[in-house]
């Protein structure tokens, strides 16, 4: 068993999303990304199918240019290879599951000016 908490030990940056790893199992990656209000992550892909968790907050999530408004407790899966990007409404948590073969580093670097 794996055990984390996405409300301990938060920290919001200044400049730019806060990334950690929750945990990885044997198929995935659990991310937490903390926003402040009016952060972004760029537009971007992956080769893997992720889920998307609004855990508190809310976020503008735009796939193919199409913005959805995402509110605490929407969750969201979005198949490999598709243009996305996310913006805070207001300071927000979101959970991010990656596949076991996907970087933490790509992530990471989505932050990235």
Do not use: C, W
């Not at 055990?3 to 790893?21: Q, R």
């Not at 199409?66 to 490999?80: A, F, I, M, P, Y």
């Amino acid at each position: 068993m794996k055990k984390s908490s996405l409300l301990e030990n938060i920290t919001y940056n200044e400049s730019k999303p806060a990334i950690s790893v929750l945990f990885e199992t044997e198929t995935s990656k659990e991310i937490r990304i903390v926003f402040k209000e009016n952060q972004l992550m760029k537009e971007h892909k992956t080769a893997f199918p992720i889920t998307v968790e609004i855990f508190e907050g809310a976020i503008d999530f735009g796939v193919n240019g199409t913005v959805n408004s995402l509110v605490k407790g929407d969750l969201v899966s979005l198949d490999g290879n598709i243009p996305h990007d996310l913006v805070a409404k207001k300071d927000s948590i979101v959970r991010l599951t990656l596949s076991k073969l996907d970087t933490v580093d790509r992530v990471i670097k989505v932050t990235d000016s």
